[in-house]
């Protein structure tokens, strides 16, 4: 029972800007938005997370509804170095000590 | 400041034999997390651990596999009688304190062939 839907894969002219979606709409209140990337063979990196408001950081911006059904990965001027698989997940915050749980995530690659 | 260390980075091992991976977490984490990595599939939660102690072993395996994070040294996740569906690429996380930020580190994995 996947709590979060992701496009497969998508791909990105480099020096674009990569727009992730992400769809969480059984999403509740005290659930945050967690974006992670696994680039080939390494281990998987935080990238942002977010509970209501938009957040941006030094790898990219997230983007999230106001029903916070659904949100946004932006990375504004992808690289080939982005090519990875990103994975959108939704856990509760606090100090509740769960695990995260990887779904299939969306393959980007960001070509030439 | 070193993150979570991994090792061996790979391993192979014949069926029936042990497989020992270790995990070192980033300093002054004292929460640890496995996950398997199966080829060309996602990542699947194995086990959390805090010193000594195991919190939430929800995806382990019921036999052949066993997890510790003793108060000194680093966390060991055991195989014993490895199989071939066992090769896999194994990732350790740690964090600081629960997942309370949402953010973990992760190592760059064990990868274990089982010949």
């Known amino acids: 029972d996947a709590k979060t839907t992701q496009p497969t894969s998508m791909d990105c002219a480099e020096g674009r800007a990569a727009n992730l979606p992400c769809n969480h709409s059984?999403?509740?209140?005290?659930?945050?938005v967690y974006w992670y990337r696994q680039i080939h063979s390494q281990g998987p990196q935080y990238i942002i997370h977010?509970?209501?408001n938009n957040e941006t950081n030094e790898m990219a911006s997230l983007i999230i509804t106001e029903d916070r059904k659904s949100s946004t990965l932006i990375l504004p001027h992808a690289t080939l170095r982005d090519t990875a698989v990103y994975y959108c997940?939704?856990?509760?915050?606090?100090?509740?000590?769960?695990?995260?749980?990887f779904g299939g995530g969306t393959r980007l690659m960001v070509k030439p | 400041n070193a993150g979570v260390m991994q090792n061996p980075r790979h391993l192979v091992r014949r069926r029936g034999q042990e497989a020992r991976l270790r995990c070192s977490p980033m300093?002054?984490?004292?929460?640890v997390y496995w996950y398997r990595q199966l080829p060309e599939e996602g990542l699947k939660f194995m086990v959390y651990?805090?010193?000594?102690?195991?919190?939430?072993e929800s995806g382990m395996p019921k036999e052949r596999f066993s997890a510790e994070f003793p108060k000194e040294g680093p966390s060991i996740l055991r195989i014993q009688q490895v199989v071939r569906g066992d090769s896999a690429a194994y990732f350790c996380?740690?964090?600081?304190?629960?997942?309370?930020?949402?953010?973990?580190?992760f190592g760059e994995g064990s990868r274990l062939t089982v010949l």
């Open positions: 996380a740690s964090s600081l304190a629960g997942l309370n930020t949402g953010e973990l580190f």
């Open positions: 059984t999403i509740s209140g005290n659930e945050y």
């Open positions: 977010g509970l209501k």
């Open positions: 997940i939704v856990r509760v915050g606090g100090n509740a000590g769960n695990m995260l749980t």
């Open positions: 300093k002054g984490h004292s929460h």
């Open positions: 651990l805090q010193k000594e102690n195991i919190i939430d």
